[in-house]
């Protein structure tokens, strides 16, 4: 009997050594095998700041980013402008700070500029960043022109006579002729290229390697996917302004924003006003608007159309559209109706003594009378002289806007017995075709620049329409470096627009930003753009100054140590103390 009880006195004494030792494991690795839900959510990946953002249905694939194989649009520069930092950028205020350089001075003359670079800046790969690398890149973008369309049209390299290192850390560009828009349309647009990378491509078209996306930017691109419409970037570390405030920027394509907003697909979008107010109900989303240097235009292929080329007709058609409707049935009050002379009433560059051209369909019909267009058809139709339909086909983006546009135009157009037959493709076809020439009228929209050197000088190339009086003042306005008498220039050659209506400016669309600010907030339109004149929230200071507001590792860490002393972390220590008062007791009574 004595041995039976010793053994069940063992047994028990066993039973409780392991209960008591694995309350003591449990009180220490509780929060491994207890709690895998807060283990997962100390993760590097959970605590990792990530901001996902669309540019909307109006497209995601810009091209590769890289200074000479972009989409020369502007989310296609924006998109290369976070890996490739230029001389100086825009911040809020629109006013130029230093990136690469930290101080510049020009002559009096305005022909010579020299810029004090950084030091110990580095490219993505570690490699020092020198004043050879900016002399590399002016040199390279204006011999390679010819073979990128994007150095030609994007990068205004013809006023540099020559770009010299006077140092390691010093740059002196002389121009052919002084440039009043340097710093805007130059300096701070061309970004400047790692020459160990470059100086060996000889068609940079082609080359998009992994090391074509080495800059000294503040983001490092870690995926480009064409097909998938997606771009990845990583935050550099290293960057000397500071490292972003968030860890991976993340560009996805979605084809309705505002769904992808409220569901948490995506943190930030571009909206349209109407997309902004489907919002409404969504506390946590912060608005954002911008001036609308977004402009949607008529516009005529005056070159080969002998019609579109009598500049009557164009005068008739503009007679024939209600643009203040179009922008009210469009925009809903999310823009304003577009000026004849191009330049949009906000600006500092407008001239509101114009020509103007009130909706008055009785003068357009008188026009197109006396213009030869006085037999029409049985449909309405008018005819011309030779028995044929007054008809043009409109080649338009099928985005929503656009198409909306296109409609009311065709309309009003019909109205006056002008025939208009639609035709939409996306952005990249009609871009395509409209630079061909294959097309008689176009809705075209696009960002424009502040400064008038990019907003009205391109008007011979973007029009078709050469006239020699507007092609004299352009130049001698951009050479002008007294800003009255440049400002006298300018205004003279928007009266020339006005008169000639080489294009119509229908409507300017303002910008709007929504951001979930659980993730991030600091978002701001620049005056007068990015790029040389892009009209975007994607000023990449918005990732230097902005703030983050969702979880960082360090307050994850915080989070962990201070849910140690809840009770439910300490359940199992207390469990511990209990069981090893019981087993004492029970051995106690056991030896009794």
């Known amino acids: 009997m004595r041995n039976i009880l010793e053994a069940g006195k063992m047994k028990i004494v066993k039973a409780f050594s392991f209960l008591l030792s694995f309350f003591i494991i449990s009180s220490v690795f509780g929060p491994l095998f207890l709690s895998p839900a807060a283990a997962a959510e100390n993760s590097g990946e959970e605590s990792a700041r990530v901001l996902k953002a669309t540019w909307g249905a109006s497209g995601g694939d810009w091209g590769f980013p890289s200074p000479l194989t972009f989409y020369p649009r502007g989310p296609g520069y924006v998109m290369t402008s976070f890996c490739f930092d230029s001389l100086v950028w825009p911040e809020e205020t629109g006013n130029f700070t230093g990136l690469l350089a930290s101080s510049w001075e020009n002559s009096p003359d305005g022909l010579t500029w020299t810029f004090h670079l950084r030091e110990n800046v580095t490219w993505h790969d570690g490699e020092p960043f020198t004043a050879d690398d900016v002399t590399f890149t002016y040199d390279y973008i204006q011999g390679k022109a010819a073979i990128s369309p994007i150095g030609a049209g994007w990068y205004n390299t013809a006023v540099i006579e020559s770009v010299e290192a006077l140092d390691d850390y010093t740059v002196r560009i002389t121009l052919n002729q002084p440039y009043a828009p340097f710093m805007q349309q130059v300096a701070a647009v061309i970004p400047i290229m790692p020459e160990h990378i470059w100086k060996d491509v000889s068609d940079p078209t082609k080359y998009m390697e992994d090391e074509a996306a080495i800059g000294t930017g503040p983001f490092i691109l870690e995926?480009?996917?064409?097909?998938?419409?997606?771009?990845?970037?990583?935050?550099?570390?290293?960057?000397?302004?500071?490292?972003?405030?968030?860890?991976?920027?993340?560009?996805?394509?979605?084809?309705?924003?505002?769904?992808?907003?409220?569901?948490?697909?995506?943190?930030?979008?571009?909206?349209?006003?109407?997309?902004?107010?489907?919002?409404?109900?969504?506390?946590?989303?912060?608005?954002?608007?911008?001036?609308?240097?977004?402009?949607?235009?008529?516009?005529?292929?005056?070159?080969?159309?002998?019609?579109?080329?009598?500049?009557?007709?164009?005068?008739?058609?503009?007679?024939?559209?209600?643009?203040?409707?179009?922008?009210?049935?469009?925009?809903?009050?999310?823009?304003?109706?577009?000026?004849?002379?191009?330049?949009?009433?906000?600006?500092?560059?407008?001239?509101?003594?114009?020509?103007?051209?009130?909706?008055?369909?009785?003068?357009?019909?008188?026009?197109?009378?006396?213009?030869?267009?006085?037999?029409?058809?049985?449909?309405?139709?008018?005819?011309?002289?030779?028995?044929?339909?007054?008809?043009?086909?409109?080649?338009?983006?099928?985005?929503?806007?656009?198409?909306?546009?296109?409609?009311?135009?065709?309309?009003?157009?019909?109205?006056?017995?002008?025939?208009?037959?639609?035709?939409?493709?996306?952005?990249?076809?009609?871009?395509?075709?409209?630079?061909?020439?294959?097309?008689?009228?176009?809705?075209?929209?696009?960002?424009?620049?502040?400064?008038?050197?990019?907003?009205?000088?391109?008007?011979?190339?973007?029009?078709?329409?050469?006239?020699?009086?507007?092609?004299?003042?352009?130049?001698?306005?951009?050479?002008?470096?007294?800003?009255?008498?440049?400002?006298?220039?300018?205004?003279?050659?928007?009266?020339?627009?006005?008169?000639?209506?080489p294009t119509i400016p229908l409507l300017y669309r303002n910008v709007y930003s929504a951001c979930n600010q659980d993730k991030f907030d600091g978002f701001f339109y620049t005056p007068g753009g990015v790029g040389g004149g892009v009209p975007t929230e994607y000023n990449k200071l918005v990732f230097i100054y902005g703030e983050w507001n969702g979880q960082s590792t360090a307050s994850a860490g915080n989070d962990t140590a201070s849910s140690m002393d809840s009770p439910s972390m300490n359940a199992p220590g207390i469990l511990t103390a209990l069981m090893a008062f019981a087993a004492v007791f029970m051995l106690y009574r056991l030896k009794r």
């Open 223 to 501: 995926d480009y996917n064409k097909d998938q419409q997606s771009y990845k970037y990583s935050a550099n570390e290293n960057y000397f302004l500071g490292k972003p405030a968030i860890d991976t920027l993340i560009f996805v394509k979605s084809t309705d924003p505002v769904i992808s907003l409220k569901v948490g697909d995506v943190d930030e979008a571009s909206l349209t006003l109407d997309q902004v107010q489907a919002l409404d109900d969504s506390e946590n989303m912060k608005v954002i608007e911008g001036p609308g240097y977004w402009v949607y235009r008529l516009r005529f292929n005056i070159p080969a159309n002998t019609i579109l080329e009598n500049t009557e007709i164009r005068k008739a058609i503009y007679h024939s559209l209600d643009c203040e409707e179009i922008q009210n049935k469009v925009l809903h009050g999310g823009g304003i109706a577009g000026n004849s002379g191009y330049v949009p009433p906000y600006s500092v560059w407008y001239n509101p003594n114009v020509t103007q051209y009130a909706y008055d369909p009785a003068a357009a019909e008188k026009i197109l009378d006396e213009a030869g267009y006085d037999e029409v058809g049985s449909d309405g139709i008018r005819l011309t002289p030779d028995g044929e339909k007054l008809e043009f086909q409109l080649l338009y983006s099928s985005d929503q806007q656009s198409q909306r546009i296109a409609e009311l135009v065709q309309s009003y157009l019909k109205d006056v017995g002008i025939g208009v037959v639609l035709k939409p493709g996306d952005t990249k076809t009609v871009d395509g075709l409209v630079n061909a020439g294959n097309f008689d009228l176009a809705i075209y929209s696009h960002g424009t620049s502040t400064d008038p050197a990019r907003m009205l000088n391109s008007f011979p190339t973007s029009t078709g329409w050469n006239n020699t009086e507007f092609v004299s003042l352009a130049n001698q306005q951009m050479s002008t470096i007294d800003e009255e008498e440049r400002r006298e220039l300018v205004d003279r050659m928007q009266v020339l627009i006005a008169e000639n209506v």
